[in-house]
């Protein structure tokens, strides 16, 4: 038994998904810039990454970065969100590329870049309808002129960030807008740019059609190489691995109980509480796990399991059949809000497969798996 509860992260299948949209989109022209954010820049995950024939990783979080230049010393690391003020001198040390979109945080990237003697590369993220961060198109050209003008700065080239904060499509349109304003700021700084990042996950449906895809020869990945699924729609993308990291939770109670609460309702521990509908007695039993630890509206049960509710530290499901045993197990799929909370939270064990040893000491303790018993039968 090696604790529960645990998310098993088995890496040859996240390897193998990064190498086939590796491969895939290569064969279209672009490359894969590797997200390690839900995964706390782990350099495990990132080992697997490379391994597969990806070149080049990103993170929205400095200390990720950090910890993954700890481990590899000429890897390009991107800094995907804009870095804060206060944080300047750290990206440009650790990082050699960061995406951005205002002048002050750049003009402080070229301080510290002057004070370290370093080059820092840099990447104009362009708002094209999803409303999150980016420059508006019509502001580009005035961007440009400005951050080519600082010193150690490099302009490496533009991108762009859609269906996060919308939903918004990446699509023919946006696509060729973003390759037009390619080549319109080719022009203005009379040379090619190195990179042009189209976007994330969202990107695949677009990105592995028939469509042309223009000047985009970046994407930043991480959803679908952990989770194996383009996340416009979540369809399974052909040939990965949808399984590849799994969450366990041990039942602490199982009881038969009536199905409706009794008494006066008025708020739960989270908000308001569900309207509940007389279903007669049911089977129900907690899980030691709870919204401090994972999302319960993200978490693929296995059949025969209902998830009802979650409050802090309990997660409520019913089952068909009979009572689970006390100490038993049930193993979900965590799509990706709930990874993101289980990976961060303190109380889920992490199991890497292979076992990988760190490098620093920071991490949790190896748990090879050839020491670990047989576990209880899932359900
Ligand atoms: C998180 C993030 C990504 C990766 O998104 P996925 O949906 O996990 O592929 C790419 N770009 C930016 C700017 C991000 O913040």
């Known amino acids: 038994m090696s604790g529960a509860p645990r998310l098993t992260i088995d890496l040859d299948k996240i390897g193998h998904n990064a190498q086939q949209l590796a491969q895939r989109l290569g064969a279209r022209g672009i490359a894969v810039t590797g997200v390690t954010k839900a995964c706390l820049g782990s350099p495990a995950l990132a080992a697997t990454y490379l391994a ?8 929205s979080r400095i200390d990720n970065i950090a910890r993954l230049r700890a481990t590899l010393p000429s890897v390009q690391l991107t800094v995907i969100r804009s870095p804060m003020l206060s944080e300047v001198q750290e990206v440009v040390s650790q990082a050699d590329v960061s995406c951005n979109s205002e002048v002050d945080i750049i003009r402080a990237l070229s301080h510290a870049a002057q004070t370290q003697g370093r080059q820092h590369q840099v990447i104009l993220m362009l708002e094209l309808g999803d409303r999150r961060e980016g420059i508006m198109p019509d502001d580009l050209a005035s961007y440009v ?16 960030n859609l269906a996060c904060r919308s939903g918004v499509v990446p699509d023919a349109n946006n696509m060729a807008t973003l390759s037009s304003l390619a080549g319109a700021v080719e022009t203005q700084v009379e040379r090619q740019l190195t990179t042009v990042s189209g976007g994330n996950s969202a990107n695949l449906e677009w990105a592995l059609s028939e469509a042309d895809t223009g000047r985009v020869n ?3 990945l991480g959803e679908a190489l952990l989770l194996g699924r383009e996340t416009l729609h979540r369809h399974a993308l052909k040939g990965l691995h949808i399984d590849a990291i799994t969450l366990h939770a041990e039942v602490i109670e199982s009881k038969r109980k009536p199905s409706q609460p009794c008494g006066q ?14 279903r007669g007695i049911v089977t129900q039993s907690i899980l030691a796990i709870g919204q401090q630890d994972i999302d319960p509206a993200d978490l693929l049960a296995p059949s025969g399991i209902h998830i009802k509710g979650a409050s802090s530290d309990h997660l409520i499901i019913e089952s068909d059949g009979a009572l689970l045993p006390i100490g038993s197990e049930v193993a979900f799929l965590p799509g990706y809000s709930a990874l993101l909370r289980a990976m961060t939270s303190p109380f889920v064990k992490k199991i890497w497969k292979p076992s990988y040893q760190w490098s620093d000491d920071s991490q949790q303790s190896v748990i090879n798996p050839a020491t670990v018993p047989p576990q209880k039968p899932s359900l």
């Not at 597969?52 to 993170?59: F, K, Y």
């Open 52 to 59: 597969a024939g990806i070149a080049s990783l990103g993170d």
């Open 145 to 160: 002129r400005v951050t080519i003008a600082m010193p150690n700065i490099v302009l490496m080239g533009i991108g762009t």
């Open 218 to 220: 970046d994407l930043r």
């Open 265 to 278: 309702i008025a708020q739960s521990a989270f908000a308001s509480a569900p309207v509940a509908t007389d």
